[in-house]
């Protein structure tokens, strides 16, 4: 008698009754939505699938540089993405995206004009705008007596140990190039070597390079300031109503976050049924809501409770935008250079 | 095909299958990645891709000290602990036995990220320290967490193979030496550990490779500031510097830096086929 | 080995201290398993809602279902083409199958990364010319290819250990290859193939590195959908998830270990008998 087998039995019998409980998705329509984690209102998707009888099968990643990671070389298959305004402009400059069909898209129809056209996409065919918002310093003021102003709290040895970092090339180099003054587009290596010694520096002060760790480490008292999207810090108030946020003097950065679809992707026209979902009006209204970033759409914006139109970190006035730039692709060898410099910073 | 009073014999055309399998999806990805490191973006013949790789200095140096110690951590740990096991009847043996291998059932990521709830700032230890009014302790995102991490994963891969040489030492061997008079240091050190030296190589070998390339462990208790060389690979894989070609040219020397260790190995124990397996 | 009592409280005091750090961890997670909040490391009162949670959360129930049937189906697969391999191995001349064995073991003795990696270039290389996308085929070869060789290595030393007189006189008897190969070899070497199949499976069901690189987009391992929340934050229900888990493994392993030694006193009173 051999037990082992027993085992084995026993799991595989597991695994059959799984089985038949998996067989009973399959053959429907599918659309495959590539992600930021904590970036989408998830109760959504059971409401596309009853409206069109589309399955949403949803991954999330991390940042820009993963996305296009894992779209070239990663084997990567999905339907929608949701790639930053300057990543968008370099998928288009490479391939990487499928045109848009419009006419499956009536409801492009409700998004505020002043987010169409963008530079990234100046004719708008790749690109259907999803949220925007800005960069800046969060920070738990029972750890930090201090008012923070200014990018320099980020380099602070008074914080060292409690300071999180950006853990992306683009976002990392942008703070250190604000800090020091500079475009943060610029294709100076000078410029680029310095912000690189600034980061370097920093490193021995970081607890650590974070994406969406920094929610439960803010929240939870673990570390006491770091960078990262105001639409995060208004979804941390939630659990830590202590945060504070603080858009630096030295200027920041204003992003749009676009929805794509990339090339050869299988599923295009469900893609394009998702994309109209997303600028259905309430459907970007709970999206906003959800996630705490600004959304584009005008009759969204329109319809929002007072408190959050007012909210001057969600929707910041002229003369904050006006000290805030847009992130631009940059020319191959400065993203080769970045590449390097981040892995060197890293290493 | 009867062949009278013979042995058994093997059917050759039976590795066919597998051989054509391993041609397959063994050497020719290695010879993808022999490929990659030496070609460029735009697919010409380089070095570039090595040459490079002296700012990566810091952390090969790194990945190789953080896996030594904890190498050698689990062997100071493993070894006396399969000792023990061995020593122990065989009711006991089954038991504990059982024990080191359950962990493993449960998903390594899920346990390795339970002990950042453990070494946080505001952790388990430290919240314990406070209560006791100790001062607080910082571990996590430290090298000393990662290599925490890595004896944590990789103790059993150390106790397993050296358990499983040490109970099939016959003991009447022992019992010779002792009478022929030999004091128990002296039988350890003439008998016990040349006899085990297979299961320490395997373990040695099972922990330092994976302890070398992990990328895991150092992600989630060292903060992304404390890379390895695995860390670096996946970054040029999937990660936030896309570049296979120079991501193949570290996996090629990471390979050469596994192969030679696995070489000198080989001299100390003399190369057994079977001591592999746990 | 010889056992002198007075080192064995120097064993049992180390046995301890390495079962209490092996099991710490898994002790948290199973006791946050059944925390009030989200939170995982402020326990905040006893429920069981996350265990009702996790059979509605289709993402871990989809990732968990893939990675049984990854492991089941590869680890089936592997025992059965590594047994034949091994067969196939065994008597052969010493140096091809030196070299075949080295082959053999390169998914056993290199980085899971590199292996994972090299894979990922092959298929990403090979699905614009062949046409296919990665995923649950991607998956399931990778998985393959890295149990086979462990299911060869489990099988070669029995085969070496086999009694060639059996085989013989099956043959002498009128057997013919298959026959003796079926009737008196498998059952002869089945320990092997049985611990080669345990082994393959617990491999599948562990590995990460592997299956992150070779998966694709449209499918998610456990450990793939556990890492990307580990990248956030892991929702208690994993802890459900994993609790159910360990306590079913417990649990079997006690129902066998209970049967075994039952066996075994039957085996030594049947002796005393006899």
Known sequence: MNFKRLVFAVLLSLALT?????????????????????????????????????????????????????????????????????????????????????????????????????????????????????????????????????????????????????????????????????????????????????????????????????????????????????????????????????????????????????????????????????????????????????????????????????????????????????????????????????????? | MKQHGSTFKGRHFFTIPYVVWMAIFVVAPLILVVVYAFTSKSGQLTLDNFTRMGSFWAVFTRSILLALIATIICLLVGYPLACALAREGPRLQRIFLMLIMLPMWMNFLLRTYAWMTILENTGLINSILSLLGLPNISIINTQGAVVLGMIYNYLPFMVLPIYSVLVKIDSSVIEAAQDLGANSYQVFLKIILPLSLPGVLSGITMVFVPSVSTFVISRLLGGGKNMLLGDLIEMQFLGSAYNPHLGSAISLIMMIIIVVCMMVMNRFGEGEEQAVIL | MSSTNKKNVFGRLLTAIVFIFLYFPIIVLVVFSFNDSKSRKVWSGFTFDWYKELFSNEIILNSFYITLMVAVISAIIATIAGTFAAVGFFNMKKRPRGILLAINNIPVMNADIITGVSMMLLFVSARTLLRFELGFGTLLIAHITFNIPYVILSVMPKLYQLDNNLFEAAQDLGASWMQAFVKVILPEIRPGIVNGLIIAFTMSLDDFIISYFTAGSQIQTLSMSIYSMARKKVSPEINALSTILFVSVLCLLIIINIREARQEKRARKNNLVG
């Not at chain 1, 800090?179 to 920093?202: F, H, M, R």
């Not at chain 1, 480490?217 to 946020?245: H, Q, R, S, T």
């Not at chain 1, 749009?256 to 599923?267: E, L, Q, R, Y």
């Open chain 1, 18 to 347: 799984f089985t038949l409980a998996g067989c009973q998705g399959g053959g429907k329509e599918v659309v495959h939505i590539y992600n930021w984690g904590e970036y989408i209102d998830e109760s959504i998707f059971k409401e596309f699938e009853a409206q069109t009888g589309i399955k949403v099968v949803y991954q999330t990643y991390e940042s820009n540089e993963v996305l296009y990671a894992k779209l070239k070389g990663g084997g990567a298959n999905y339907d929608v993405i949701f790639p930053s305004d300057y990543m968008a402009s370099r998928m288009i400059s490479e391939g990487m995206l499928e045109k848009l069909n419009f006419d499956n898209m009536p409801n492009i129809s409700k998004i505020d004009e002043t987010y169409l056209n963008q530079a990234y996409d100046p004719d708008n065919e790749y690109t259907v705008p999803y949220m925007w918002g800005t960069v800046g310093i969060i920070y738990n003021p029972n750890m930090i007596e201090d008012e923070i102003t200014s990018w320099g709290a980020l380099f602070d040895e008074k914080y060292s140990g409690q300071i999180l970092m950006f853990d992306n090339s683009r976002d990392a180099m942008g703070i250190a190039l604000l800090y020091l003054g500079y475009s943060i587009n610029t294709t100076d290596k000078a410029q680029l070597d310095e912000a690189y010694e600034l980061l370097k520096s920093q490193s021995p002060l970081l607890q650590a390079y974070v994406m969406d760790q920094i929610f439960e480490k803010l929240e939870g008292g673990e570390a006491a300031i770091g960078p990262y999207y105001a639409g995060d810090y208004i979804v941390m108030l939630e659990n830590n109503p202590d945060l504070l946020f603080c858009l630096p003097e030295e200027g920041s950065n204003v992003f749009i976050d676009c929805m794509c679809i990339p090339k050869g992707a299988k599923n295009k026209e469900n893609a394009e049924a998702f994309i109209n979902f997303m600028c259905e009006t309430d459907i970007a209204i709970r999206n906003s809501i959800a996630t705490g970033y600004s959304t584009p759409s005008k009759e969204a914006y329109e319809a929002l409770p007072e408190e959050i139109k007012n909210n001057p970190i969600i929707y910041p006035g002229k003369d904050v935008l006006e000290r805030c730039e847009t992130f631009t692709n940059l020319p191959q060898d400065i993203l080769d250079y970045y590449d390097t410099l981040w892995i060197n910073l890293k290493s």
